[in-house]
């Protein structure tokens, strides 16, 4: 009985060393894994974990402003803005005339002599000029609101105290200082001020090639990081600056996750090419999102060796060429491989008949010349399978051929002498 034609695709795959699996035992090719599976699996070879939460993109995002109000809470900076009955303004003789009564230099009721009054006004005139130029109040010298008032001239007081002979009150210029920042940065306007300090810590990370969101979107994983950065920034103005370990143990793990984010996404990049590959040479009937199980370890292996690089590994080109092999091999095992092999086994008996070398159809060809037809599709299938063609098959299967041919059973013509 004349063997089938898939029966003959089976023997050439096993000519191959590819052994057919039938439907009913595919359970490892099942479509089950995704593509950022195969990507996250290649990265846990370097020690990155990506599952789940540790995934980048997968998160939640914070605003901006939800970062510049978690640095004023963690100052401990009242949120609501000010609400003083007599809000101003005041100006800035007014407040200087209060520190010459402070000083004890005139009275509550009396005038003070023209230079006094210059020489405590233009102390005050620069401690608003440094609010202003650290940027932490809105207000003009023509329109310094009265709550703020008593503590400029608090610190101006310090600041002339030698100049009338009096005693220098250090501790009180501190409080003094301190209140007018902690003022300066409540309600609204501390809002806006620690906003902009986020806005140039996220400028900064940009620049720097490791930040990857815009700062109105900051990925949950990295917000407590860039509270922390922004704080090391606001910090000088409270008089208290953050432990620089603090800050720098903040941007490595930012960076970290940035090298993180980025190899996730090389590592998905080079499984999408090896699966373009596959998919141009007609290997990949399944899509990204349902990757078989049989062949994931292998495009594993490819991501692996195409972001070695970034982890200071050399790729080993033999590791991927031999996952391209093995790929290829699992994907033969299935109905794909049995297609493939009996469209070669048809291209065979298309070139033999070509030839003028058969007389026979492949549904009722002789059986001697089945191990001819396997032979030269094997060599013709070889390299598709990842395997070496042998010349040494194609001379066999011509020599089998031509004694075939010889026979009278082959349905070839035998000449013969009559005498």
């Not at 060809?365 to 070496?388: C, I, K, N, S």
Request: net charge negative.
């Amino acid at each position: 009985m004349t063997a089938s034609v898939s029966d003959l695709a089976v023997r050439l795959l096993r000519r191959l060393g590819i052994t057919l699996v039938g439907g009913a035992d595919r359970g490892a090719t099942l479509p089950v894994v995704s593509v950022e599976t195969v990507a996250a699996r290649a990265l846990r070879s370097f020690g990155i974990p990506v599952a789940g939460s540790e995934r980048q993109g997968t998160g939640l995002t914070k605003s901006r402003a939800d970062a510049a109000k978690a640095v004023l809470q963690r100052f401990g900076i009242n949120l609501s803005p000010v609400t003083s009955i007599d809000a101003g303004p005041v100006s800035i003789t007014e407040i200087a005339d209060r520190v010459l009564v402070r000083l004890g230099v005139i009275a509550s009721d009396e005038e003070p002599t023209a230079d006094d009054r210059d020489l405590a006004g233009k102390q005050v005139q620069a401690i608003h000029a440094q609010m202003q130029a650290d940027g932490l109040v809105p207000f003009s010298e023509t329109t310094i609101p009265r709550y703020m008032a008593e503590l400029y001239a608090v610190m101006a007081t310090f600041m002339v105290a030698s100049s009338f002979g009096r005693p220098v009150d250090v501790a009180g210029f501190e409080w003094a200082r301190k209140e007018v920042r902690t003022l300066a940065m409540s309600g609204e306007n501390g809002q806006a001020i620690a906003e902009r300090h986020v806005s140039a810590v996220n400028a900064s990370l940009t620049a720097r090639g490791l930040a990857w969101w815009l700062d109105n979107f900051i990925p949950d994983t990295v917000f407590d990081d860039v509270v922390l950065l922004s704080m090391a920034r606001i910090a000088p103005t409270f008089g208290q600056p953050l432990d620089a370990a603090t800050a720098d143990a903040a941007e490595a793990r930012i960076r970290q996750a940035a090298v993180i984010r980025g190899a996730e996404e090389r590592a998905v990049d080079a499984v999408k090419s090896a699966y373009a590959e596959l998919q141009a040479a007609g290997f990949a009937s399944w899509g990204l999102t349902a990757i078989p199980a049989g062949v994931a370890e292998q495009l594993q292996t490819l991501a692996v060796q195409a972001i070695a690089g970034d982890f200071g590994k050399a790729p080993d080109p033999a590791a991927k060429a031999d996952a391209m092999v093995q790929i290829r091999r699992q994907v033969l095992a299935g109905p794909l491989g049995q297609a493939i092999a009996e469209e070669h086994l048809w291209g065979v008996h298309a070139d033999l008949d070509a030839r003028g070398k058969v007389r026979w159809s492949m549904v009722d060809r002789p059986d001697t010349v089945d191990h001819v037809y396997v032979l030269l599709a094997a060599y013709r299938m070889a390299p598709e399978a990842g395997v070496q063609p042998n010349p040494l098959d194609v001379v066999e299967a011509e020599r089998m051929l031509a004694r075939v041919i010889a026979l009278p059973s082959s349905g070839e013509r035998v000449r013969a002498e009559y005498f």
